[in-house]
Structures are given as structure tokens and as C-alpha cells.
């Protein structure tokens, strides 16, 4: 087990990381203000399960496949990129769906599935844990993984709450965008590009320059 205050560094260090808007928070403001709060908690909660697989995924060694593996990384990141590209056509080729406060035109079930794979077929999430989380790994405390395992529950805890922050503020802000046609233009519009970007930025995804600042999401 990491010490308390290897947990304590760890944790703030995470925090600065979350804060920093990148395609997870892009996703979740997405979310919040064109379908609400419930929906925008639903992604949060997706994404966070997301984060939790890449947490065990490091601690079994895996994510040090995706970066020596120039096929799987491969694999991941277009896989990433052709689903979000994918969501984002389908979203421009569809109708706006009537403006209502009480509808949303994303279902939570919908929205938590996104969630889930936009952070597990991202490619720098993994990078992330690979490259930072190491750092307070202490092997004279042995049990590597379980040091691993428990910082990235730290992780995705704090991730939890600095989400779920950008969530209710942006879902505050969508009954004042109902009083217009500008939910309309977010719920197709705005959303489609703004997929099809995110798929063009995993697309784009170089393994061996990927910074950890760039994974936050």
C-alpha cells in the first residue's frame, strides 16, 4: 500500500490533471448542456468507468502493451476515432428533436455507454497511467500492483468530483439556452462537430509524444 503521503501528492497532482479541460471534459459539457443534468451525470459516470479499467489495466502491466505495441496502439486509437466520427455524423444527419426542459435526446443508458468507451478506447488515458502513475510506485514496498491499483481509485475518485463539477455547472446553464433556438444548434450542431473533432484529436493521437497534460480529460 502507498503511504499517506504518496496518496496526498498523488492526489493533488491529479486534481491539477482533471482540471484541465481536454476531450473527456469537452464530452461532458457536451452532454450537460444539450440533454441535461441527468444525462451529463451519466456520461461523468461512464467516464469514470472507463478511467477504472485503464486503473486495472496498469496494475496487471497492460497498459505497457499499448505503448510498445505499435499495432495495438494502433488498433485503439482508430477504434476510438471511427466510433466518436461515427456519433458524430449520425448526430449532424438527424433532426433537432422538439426543445423541451423535461426531454433529453440523448438517454442516460445511451449517454453512459458513450462515456465508457470514449475514455477506454482512448489511447491517452492509458499513456497517462503509464507514464505518470509509475512515479509513485515504491518497490521496496512490493506489491506493485496493489500500489497501482489503489492510486488509480484515488484517480478516479477525484475524477468523479471534478466531473460531476463540470456536469451540473453546464446542466445549470440549459434552461436559460431553452428560452431560444441555441439548444437546437447545441443538440446537432455543436454535438456532431464536436465528436467528429474528438475523433480527429484520437485519430491524431501520437504515442510517443503524448503529453499527461493532454489526457483529460
Not at 459539457?29 to 469514470?48: F, I, K, M, P, Q
Not at 466520427?85 to 449520425?90: C, Y
Not at 507514464?131 to 496493489?146: E, K, N, T, V, Y
Request: overall charge positive; some cysteine.
Amino acid at each position: 500500500m502507498p503511504d499517506l503521503s504518496t496518496v496526498s501528492t498523488f492526489a493533488f497532482a491529479s486534481f491539477v490533471l482533471l482540471i484541465i479541460p481536454g476531450p473527456a471534459v469537452i464530452y461532458i459539457l457536451n452532454r450537460s448542456v444539450s440533454d441535461g443534468r441527468e444525462v451529463g451525470l451519466a456520461a461523468v459516470a461512464g467516464l469514470e468507468l472507463g478511467n477504472f479499467v485503464h486503473a486495472v489495466a496498469a496494475s496487471a502491466g497492460l497498459s505497457a502493451v499499448l505503448a510498445t505495441s505499435a499495432t495495438a496502439f494502433t488498433m485503439v486509437k482508430w477504434l476510438g476515432a471511427g466510433y466518436l466520427v461515427f456519433v458524430g455524423v449520425r448526430t449532424l444527419l438527424r433532426p433537432a428533436p422538439a426543445l423541451s426542459g423535461d426531454l433529453a435526446a440523448t438517454s442516460t443508458r445511451r449517454a453512459f455507454g458513450q462515456g465508457v468507451i470514449v475514455n477506454v478506447l482512448n489511447p491517452k488515458v492509458a499513456l497517462f497511467f503509464l507514464s505518470f502513475l509509475p512515479q509513485f510506485i515504491d518497490p521496496d514496498q512490493g506489491r506493485a500492483w496493489l500500489q497501482s491499483l489503489v492510486l488509480g481509485v484515488v484517480f478516479v475518485l477525484i475524477g468523479c468530483v471534478t466531473d460531476s463539477t463540470y456536469s451540473l455547472v453546464a446542466s445549470s446553464m440549459r434552461h436559460v439556452l431553452l428560452r431560444g433556438r441555441t439548444l437546437g444548434i447545441v443538440q446537432r450542431w455543436v454535438a456532431g462537430t464536436v465528436f467528429i473533432g474528438l475523433g480527429v484529436m484520437a485519430a491524431t493521437t501520437s504515442g510517443a509524444h503524448a503529453k499527461v497534460r493532454s489526457v483529460h480529460t
